[in-house]
Nanobody, 119 residues
Framework: VQLQASGGGLVQAGGSLRLSCAAS????????MGWFRQAPGKEREFVAA????????YYADSVKGRFTISRDNAKSTVYLQMNSLKPEDTAVYYC?????????????WGQGTLVTVSS
């Protein structure tokens, strides 16, 4: 699976952004998918996960109630709707297939998208 994240940008605190991750490859519709992020000077961390069917989701405590993960298997795309953004959400966001539910990524990382939240 090849992955390309998009939709990042600069937004003020309290604002919203919607990230997209387009995947190529035959296994997308059968893969659990996740969003991860890496802030400057910090390790990459888990943000949200969605099961292959979309029936189950899982969130990091830091984004619960503010972010929503979804997917469209017909378009081979996974989304991350981010509301009530905070400066601490500033990071490069990546999507990845999951090696183990709900937060262990597979080894492949596509290109991320930068989200910058100003205070």
């Amino acid at each position: 699976v090849q992955l390309q994240a998009s939709g990042g940008g600069l937004v003020q605190a309290g604002g919203s952004l919607r990230l997209s991750c387009a995947a190529s490859g035959r296994t997308f519709s059968s893969s659990h998918m996740g969003w991860f992020r890496q802030a400057p000077g910090k390790e990459r961390e888990f943000v949200a996960a969605i099961s292959w069917s979309g029936a189950s989701t899982y969130y990091a405590d830091s984004v619960k109630g503010r972010f929503t993960i979804s997917r469209d298997n017909a378009k081979s795309t996974v989304y991350l709707q981010m509301n009530s953004l905070k400066p601490e959400d500033t990071a490069v966001y990546y999507c990845a297939a999951l090696r183990k539910w709900p937060s262990i990524p597979a080894d492949y990382w596509g290109q991320g998208t930068l989200v910058t939240v100003s205070s």
